[in-house]
């Protein structure tokens, strides 16, 4: 696990990037959750981070792919594969993420 933020730094259902050693992250905070996900939609290679935050997942803001938080699984075209996700870590305020995937 590698520290990626403090909580406080993370508005809820707003888009958050970060790079972890060479792996693009975007964190989403959902009230007491935090989802990590690969900051790459799998459609057109865009960052994810870049999008918004609505009630199916994050969307890309150019075709409107849009992915499951807690799966990485598209819920609309034109993406049919999904986005790597990670597992999160909250401790003592700080964020941590390991960059394996955990849907994979």
Same mark, same amino acid.
């Given at each position: 696990m590698e520290r990626a933020c403090s909580l406080t730094e993370l508005d809820d259902r707003k888009p958050f990037a970060v790079e972890l050693g060479d792996v693009p992250v975007v964190l989403v905070?959902?009230?007491? %959750?935090?989802?990590?996900?690969?900051?790459?939609?799998?459609?057109?290679?865009?960052?994810?981070? %870049? @999008?918004?935050v609505g009630r199916k997942g994050i969307e890309c803001w150019l075709h409107g792919s849009c992915?499951?938080?807690?799966? @990485?699984? =598209?819920?609309?075209? =034109?993406?049919? %594969? =999904?986005?790597?996700?990670?597992?999160?870590?909250?401790?003592? @305020?700080d964020v941590y993420v390991d960059t394996t995937p955990i849907n994979n």
């Open positions: 905070r959902n009230g007491d %959750e935090v989802h990590a996900l690969r900051d790459e939609c799998s459609h057109a290679s865009l960052n994810l981070s %870049e @999008g918004e992915f499951d938080l807690r799966t @990485g699984q =598209p819920s609309s075209l =034109p993406a049919t %594969e =999904p986005v790597d996700v990670f597992a999160v870590s909250i401790v003592d @305020g």
